[in-house]
């Protein structure tokens, strides 16, 4: 016999509007008298503040996204239009991040995603069919299987494309009609679905996929391309890291007491250093490794490294947990990134004094 739980305490990963639906709720109260555009739960200076944070109805509101305010905006902004939004940035610039959020800010249903891979298909942008179905009564309502655009169209929300240039470029143009005429045709059933006021489409792209399947001309012109850079300064991703370390150590109930300031910086500006070439002072070149060096990359050792803390050591996270991720992070080719690490470790890290000591330790040891 199963017994009721609590959806937010068993659930690996909570979506969006879910995980924040206090804020929302907050955020509800306090916009009610606003004027709201159609399909919108919010109007855009609640949704602005759902993203970077602020007070709503005394609750306090968290950053979703720390970075260049004026870009938020923007994004806001473009999702008034009929122009749908396309976020480009390298990975771990928080686009997936910050998609799933304005979509829960907006239309408080973020779950209407179409994950781009080489095996989308255009049915999976327009609809598909229920083959039981379709053979034994032929094309009808009930067989036809709506994507999560058609959702999108027909009830005026926002859906979520990832990584689009991951799909094949015939793939891709399939949306060239769509958001041009703001319809979807079923020639099966000899009808068009026509857009609800409010429906929109937020893409994501990934700079290091260039040159896997390019974006036409004539599909970029139906998007507002904004491009999210990395984060600015080291207190800025000190700062990502320190919270988000923290949100997702909380829903996994990792049993380690949460970094101190010291180690997330310290990981931060290994990683900062590798991604640029140099140290953080200029005064040095480096070798970069092949792989991603990024801001979630650096989130994801450090839970990591809390969780072996938690589970083999004593519950506070030491310099043998975080070599520990630091080298699969650093070492994705076997020959080029262990060369371009144990430089960085006898070049850099030694020189750095008795502060760094121990982390260069259990990393020359980890590095063999």
């Given at each position: 016999m199963s017994k009721t739980t609590d959806a937010t305490t068993d659930v690996l990963r909570l979506p969006a509007e879910r995980l924040y639906a206090h804020e929302?709720?907050?955020?509800?109260?306090?916009?009610?008298?606003?004027?709201?555009?159609?399909?919108?739960?919010?109007?855009?200076?609640?949704?602005?503040?759902?993203?970077?944070?602020?007070?709503?109805?005394?609750?306090?509101?968290?950053?979703?996204y720390i970075g260049h305010n004026r870009l938020v905006?923007?994004?806001?902004?473009?999702?008034?239009?009929?122009?749908?939004?396309?976020?480009?940035?390298?990975?771990?610039?928080?686009?997936s991040w910050l998609s799933e959020n304005l979509t829960a800010a907006i239309c408080g249903d973020s779950a209407k995603v179409i994950q781009g891979t080489a095996g989308t298909s255009e049915e999976q942008i327009r609809y598909s069919w229920n083959y039981a179905m379709l053979l034994a009564n032929g094309p009808s309502n009930d067989a036809l299987i709506k994507s999560a655009i058609y959702r999108a169209m027909e009830t005026g929300t926002v859906a979520r494309f990832e990584e689009i240039s991951r799909c094949?470029?015939?793939?891709?143009?399939?949306?060239?009609?769509?958001?041009?005429?703001?319809?979807?045709?079923?020639?099966?059933?000899?009808?068009?679905?026509?857009a609800q006021r409010g429906f929109s489409i937020i893409a994501t792209a990934n700079t290091r996929d260039r040159g896997v399947n390019d974006m036409s001309s004539a599909l970029k012109r139906r998007f507002n391309i904004i491009v999210l850079p990395a984060p600015a300064n080291l207190e800025t991703e000190v700062?990502?890291?320190?919270?988000?370390?923290?949100?997702?150590?909380?829903?996994?109930?990792?049993?380690?007491?949460?970094?101190?300031?010291?180690?997330?910086?310290?990981?931060?500006?290994i990683f900062r250093e590798l991604r640029m070439g140099q140290t953080l002072d200029e005064k040095q070149k480096l070798k970069s490794p092949s792989g991603v060096i990024s801001t979630a990359e650096a989130i994801s050792l450090i839970t990591n490294s809390m969780?072996?803390?938690?589970?083999?050591?004593?519950?506070a996270i030491a310099d043998e947990d975080l070599a520990a991720g630091l080298q699969g992070?650093?070492?994705k080719d076997e020959d080029k990134d262990k060369l371009a690490w144990k430089e960085y470790l006898e070049n850099v890290m030694k020189k750095r004094g008795a502060e760094w000591r121990g982390l260069y330790n259990s990393c020359s040891e980890m590095n063999g």
């Open positions: 929302i709720a907050a955020l509800l109260e306090e916009d009610k008298k606003e004027e709201k555009p159609a399909g919108w739960q919010l109007s855009p200076k609640a949704v602005h503040k759902f993203i970077v944070g602020g007070k709503a109805a005394g609750t306090d509101i968290t950053a979703k905006e923007i994004a806001i902004a473009t999702l008034l239009t009929d122009r749908s939004l396309l976020l480009i940035g390298e990975p771990g610039t928080a686009k094949a470029s015939e793939v891709q143009d399939a949306l060239i009609s769509i958001m041009s005429e703001k319809t979807i045709a079923i020639p099966e059933l000899a009808k068009e679905i026509p700062s990502i890291v320190t919270k988000r370390v923290a949100e997702i150590s909380a829903n996994y109930r990792l049993k380690a007491s949460l970094p101190t300031k010291d180690a997330i910086e310290k990981i931060v500006t969780a072996l803390a938690g589970s083999f050591g004593s519950g992070a650093v070492v």
